[in-house]
Nanobody, 119 residues
Framework: QVQLVESGGGLVQAGGSLRLSCAAS????????MAWFRQTPGKEREFVAG????????FYADSVKGRFMISRGNNQNTVYLQMNSLKPEDTALYYC????????????WGQGTQVNVSS
């Protein structure tokens, strides 16, 4: 079993920055893909960014490319989302998620951390 705990959300003005953290425990996630998703009321959860340590690759939603950066800590069980040039439309509840690289769906989810961007 994997537990994910997000932190770092808050209120920021448009154009500002925040860094979200996701601490994973339960097992070593070196072979897992870890990702960030976000959701606003009344909308479906959407993918934001993902990282595969074993494949040395990162991937992003078009809406955040060039503004957000996902990275992993040296212990491989912490994932960060650096968010720059924030916009009001980035306001959402941000979730950390993990899946085994062989899995097609994300099996583990955190509780979420709220990000509010004021105009």
């Amino acid at each position: 079993q994997v537990q994910l705990v997000e932190s770092g959300g808050g209120l920021v003005q448009a154009g500002g920055s925040l860094r979200l953290s996701c601490a994973a425990s339960g097992r070593t996630l070196s072979t897992y893909v870890m990702a960030w998703f976000r959701q606003t009321p009344g909308k479906e959860r959407e993918f934001v960014a993902g990282i595969s340590w074993s494949l040395r690759s990162t991937f992003y939603a078009d809406s955040v490319k060039g503004r957000f950066m996902i990275s992993r800590g040296n212990n491989q069980n912490t994932v960060y989302l650096q968010m720059n040039s924030l916009k009001p439309e980035d306001t959402a509840l941000y979730y950390c998620a993990a899946r085994n690289i062989a899995s097609k769906s994300y099996d583990y989810w955190g509780q979420g951390t709220q990000v509010n961007v004021s105009s």
